[in-house]
T-cell receptor
Framework: AQTVTQSQPEMSVQEAETVTLSCTYDTSESDYYLFWYKQPPSRQMILVIRQEAYKQQNATENRFSVNFQKAAKSFSLKISDSQLGDAAMYFCAYRYISGYALNFGKGTSLLVTP | EAGVAQSPRYKIIEKRQSVAFWCNPISGHATLYWYQQILGQGPKLLIQFQNNGVVDDSQLPKDRFSAERLKGVDSTLKIQPAKLEDSAVYLC?????????????FGPGTRLTVT
């Protein structure tokens, strides 16, 4: 079974600063996808960024980027130039390439202060 | 493009009562998912449909939970009878197809409180 671990229950960042959220996962598979989802108080999960395990290049989406270390089974999210609207729960998730379910971590609550 | 719709947004029931949640996926999406998100945890998949057939229901407590997706569009998730531990947010998601490369789009969820 795959497990996803987010070791930071809460993080805080000042507006315009950079923050990194950590995620590790455990799998015996070689082909899979990794995701970061954002869940604001409205509860709607929004995909922030995804990474295919076979790609060595780290994914980037505007102010969001990942540091994917396959051997270490680590997948961290970096948010640059943090904005008040970035405040939310962030979930790391894993999906086996031939599997069905998204396996989520417990989440990290990000607070952005002015 | 309209997103995934869910209703109701909130529901409070007493234990042993029954409850049903409704989900309308994005038009044209063949795959529909129901997730359970207990407070302080990430969502957990309960059931996945491909059109109107069940692909994975391995984590669905079948003694009390049931789900259907008639005509391969809307879906209903039912709990009967409810237990206190069923208090959670129930999220519906849909994707164009079921493969891992297809993005899942989530609805706003239904928050269930069982007293």
């Amino acid at each position: 079974a795959q497990t996803v671990t987010q070791s930071q229950p809460e993080m805080s960042v000042q507006e315009a600063e950079t923050v990194t959220l950590s995620c590790t996962y455990d799998t015996s598979e070689s082909d899979y996808y990794l995701f970061w989802y954002k869940q604001p108080p409205s509860r709607q999960m929004i995909l922030v960024i995804r990474q295919e395990a076979y790609k060595q290049q780290n994914a980037t989406e505007n102010r969001f980027s990942v540091n994917f270390q396959k051997a270490a089974k680590s997948f961290s999210l970096k948010i640059s130039d943090s904005q008040l609207g970035d405040a939310a729960m962030y979930f790391c998730a894993y999906r086996y390439i031939s599997g069905y379910a998204l396996n989520f971590g417990k989440g990290t609550s990000l607070l952005v202060t002015p | 493009e309209a997103g995934v719709a869910q209703s109701p947004r909130y529901k409070i029931i007493e234990k042993r009562q029954s409850v049903a949640f409704w989900c309308n996926p994005i038009s044209g999406h063949a795959t529909l998912y129901w997730y359970q998100q207990i407070l302080g945890q990430g969502p957990k998949l309960l059931i996945q449909f491909q059109n109107n057939g069940v692909v994975d229901d391995s984590q669905l407590p079948k003694d009390r939970f049931s789900a259907e997706r008639l005509k391969g569009v809307d879906s209903t998730l039912k709990i009967q009878p409810a237990k206190l531990e069923d208090s959670a947010v129930y999220l519906c998601a849909s994707s164009l197809e079921g493969g891992a490369s297809y993005e899942q789009y989530f609805g706003p969820g239904t928050r269930l409180t069982v007293t």
